[in-house]
């Protein structure tokens, strides 16, 4: 029975593992119409939209694992390990292939672009890297139980994974496809998501002390509009909460610490 919560964990990292083989398979060619982005002008390869299902379906499976290790009393310290390991490579390395992909896609819209060095391509894996030093950090403070010093690293996963899935199904949104294909837009990204997940900024957990609304507010605050956001914005709504859930972090930070 105590080993149940690794053998969950290990899903974890087996689905991360498939979710960096589908992000690597994306030789298709993109096609521009006018040079403008929209649902009929551009075709984000399913593959790479597969990589970001896996990435989520890894999400889920990380959250049971702690859920279930809990439930049959077989929390430990090998658990911690197995786990911070198997969510580098979840939220660490299979986000940062799929920035890799997003990035060629935006040089594939300049000329000559499909020859791009890989110099330009390979600052996506400086997520990685800020990833493990992340939980690394965290593996070695026993102070980070109901909340964080610096950014998670499943949301920042969750974040990268939603990208195709917006440039699928929300491209023609607000023009919102345009800034993801966008390499600037994609370099500023990986250098504030890497800063904040080595940081010590206070983040808020998602685990409930209590069952009080006073005790809990940032928490109710951000699951009512999640719900919302997933209502009315699709897919949009991944970076709308994620970026909700920096403000109610910094907001009450003097209560995280």
């Not at 709308?240 to 610490?257: D, E, H």
């Amino acid at each position: 029975m105590k080993q149940i919560p690794n053998l969950i964990t290990l899903l974890n990292l087996f689905f991360g593992c498939i979710a960096i083989v589908f992000a690597l398979q994306t030789e298709s060619v993109i096609i521009y119409v006018n040079d403008e982005f929209s649902g009929s002008s551009f075709n984000i390869p399913e593959k790479l939209t597969w990589a970001a299902i896996f990435i989520g379906i890894a999400a889920i499976i990380d959250f049971l694992d702690g859920f279930v290790a809990r439930l049959l009393h077989a929390t430990s310290s090998m658990g911690k390990q197995l786990d911070s390991l198997a969510d580098i490579v979840s939220f660490g390395v299979a986000p940062a292939a799929i920035l890799y992909q997003l990035l060629r896609f935006s040089f594939a819209r300049e000329e000559n672009g499909l020859e791009v060095s890989m110099i330009w391509l390979m600052p996506a894996f400086i997520l990685s890297c800020a990833a493990a030093y992340r939980l690394a950090k965290f593996n070695l403070d026993e102070t980070q139980s109901y909340n964080f010093k610096g950014l998670p690293t499943p949301p920042v996963g969750l974040l990268i994974a939603s990208f195709p899935l917006i440039l699928h199904f929300n491209a023609a949104t607000l023009g919102i496809g345009n800034l993801l294909i966008n390499k600037w837009t994609l370099y500023v990204l990986i250098i504030l998501l890497s800063y904040l997940m080595v940081s010590n900024i206070p983040f808020m957990g998602m685990k409930f002390k209590d069952y009080s609304i006073k005790n809990n507010l940032p928490k109710v605050i951000l699951i009512v509009g999640a719900v919302i956001s997933a209502v009315f914005l699709q897919w949009i709504a991944v970076p709308v909460i994620f970026i909700g859930y920096i403000i109610l972090s910094l907001i009450y930070k003097n209560k995280l610490t």
